[in-house]
């Protein structure tokens, strides 16, 4: 059974950072596309960042210079660095791993507060 776990969310003040984390079971982050998503109230779920099997890498433009995805193969996990974090940046963040199927996680709540 597949399991995707995110922690690492809660409440910060605008310009401060977090670093969430996505946790697998059941899968191999090692060979897999990963990505962070967020969803705000009332919005559709939106692309954050994304990292290759290979380690590429993309992000949206409103994170650019600002977040950063990465992934320790030894822990089988992917993380999303967040600093200079702003009240729009507001939103629950899923992450999203893919190898053949997509499994997602069950999101953690990002608050920043102005």
């Known amino acids: 059974q597949v399991q995707l776990v995110e922690s690492g969310g809660g409440l910060v003040q605008a310009g401060g950072s977090l670093r969430l984390s996505c946790a697998a079971s059941?899968?191999?982050?090692?060979?897999?596309?990963a990505a962070w998503h967020r969803q705000a109230p009332g919005k559709q779920r939106e692309l954050v960042a994304a990292?290759?099997?290979?380690?590429?890498?993309n992000y949206a433009n409103s994170v650019k210079g600002r977040f950063t995805i990465s992934r320790d193969n030894a822990k089988n996990t992917v993380y999303l660095q967040m600093n200079s974090l702003k009240p729009e940046d507001t939103a629950v963040y899923y992450c999203?791993?893919?190898?053949?199927?997509?499994?997602w996680g069950q999101g953690t709540q990002v608050t920043v507060s102005s």
């Open positions: 990292i290759t099997s290979g380690g590429s890498t």
């Open positions: 999203k791993g893919s190898y053949y199927s997509t499994y």
């Open positions: 059941g899968f191999n982050f090692n060979i897999a596309a």
